[in-house]
């Protein structure tokens, strides 16, 4: 690594600052770290790498002409998803340069030797500069890999999440909002992969009615993508900020799922004598809730969460927090609809996470 660490970022380094070098998900990532919460460990691989891959290779050459040569502004699906496949076949075919190729595999080891596991599985996911802004919020429009195994199948994967940003999505995205196709430069969170026995999101607020006086869980079996897909019904608990009692739940009937493979995910269906299980353990969903709200204390704000229970850890040492994003636009005075509306916005078009 360089001196500095300008390359990489371990998430214990990283916090709330950090923002414009390490991305949104990063950065709460990290901040999370230094507060104590269960947090998978791992990485940042910083917006330097990712701004001196498109410089180095000159891929951005190649973009700024291709603009000037070819399409400039597509008015189409046909020429957007042209566009976008030009440009991510840039990105895709760059060789990352030697220093930087070199930092990222000397932290990918220091994370196989701390954990004491070779090739350790980790999740691959895009962190944004311009997640969380105000004026240009792109979550969930860069893309995130699941269970990913080994060097080869890393660096391959980061490249994937560079592509991201010329996705049709992004493309799109940035043309309508008058933003140059640069816009939002973007880090790579790389994560020890949790085994998820069971997954999913949470809300510091209740996001039926705004109330701050509960927090909301919503979870299936496997991995949390099916939650933010949408892919199967979902349990949900709700419990009371100031005594972690569950005071409410619904226990629904789950039949799809998603599931860590040898490699990779799958998509499958849950056995049927599962289905109608609930996927957490009443002191499961209570510590999650007393985690969810302890950090909520320190940003000050209602929090939407990411939460995973590894299936290899016994409780209470397998409850993790893989995200915590601050919603800062709730507020009372709004109908329930736009409460909804304004806490799911950060999960709408999910990407793989």
């Known amino acids: 690594m360089t001196d500095g660490n300008e390359w990489i970022k371990f998430f214990e380094e990283c916090g709330r ?45 190649k973009i700024k002409k291709y603009i000037d040569e070819s399409i400039s502004n597509p008015t189409t699906m046909e020429e957007l998803n042209k566009m976008a496949n030009d440009l991510q076949s840039f990105i895709l075919a760059g060789e990352i340069p030697e220093e930087q190729s070199a930092a990222i595999s000397d932290a990918y080891d220091s994370l196989c030797q701390k954990l004491g596991i070779s090739d350790v599985a980790v999740a691959v996911r895009s962190s944004g500069v311009a997640e969380d802004s105000a004026t240009a919020s792109f979550a969930g429009q860069y893309e995130s890999y699941l269970n990913v195994i080994g060097k080869e199948s890393l660096f391959k994967n980061i ?32 994560q020890k992969m949790a085994k998820s026995r069971s997954a999913g999101v949470g809300f510091t607020a209740n996001p039926n009615t705004g109330d701050r006086g509960k927090i909301v869980i919503e979870g299936n079996w496997g991995t949390g993508e099916s939650v933010v897909q949408g892919i199967s019904k979902v ?74 229970v590894d299936v ?22 709004k109908s329930s609809t736009e409460t909804i509306l304004d806490m799911a916005c950060s999960r709408l078009f999910p990407s793989k996470i």
């Open 159 to 190: 490249k994937e999440c560079w592509a991201s940003a010329f996705s049709p999505r992004c493309i799109s995205y940035r043309i309508h909002n008058g933003l140059g196709l640069f816009a939002g430069s973007i880090s790579v969170a790389v």
């Open 312 to 333: 290899e850890l016994e409780f209470p040492d397998n409850i993790f927090l893989v995200q915590a994003r601050p919603i800062t636009a709730i507020i009372e005075k």
């Open 17 to 61: 600052n950090d923002t414009s070098l390490v991305g949104g998900k990063c950065a709460n990532l990290g901040e999370m770290c230094k507060i104590g919460v269960p947090v998978p460990p791992g990485f940042a691989i910083t917006t330097k790498v990712y701004d001196t891959f498109l410089n180095a290779t000159n891929i951005a050459g």
């Open 235 to 308: 349990d949900i608990f709700s419990v009371s900020k100031e005594t972690l009692e569950i005071v409410e739940q619904q226990i629904n009937k789950k039949t799809r799922q998603i599931v860590i493979k040898e490699k990779g995910i799958l998509e499958m269906e849950i056995p049927e004598n599962q289905q109608s299980l609930p996927c957490l353990e009443p002191e499961e969903v209570k510590l999650l809730a007393k985690i969810a709200r302890d950090t909520e204390l320190h940003y000050g704000v209602p929090l939407d969460i990411e939460w995973a």
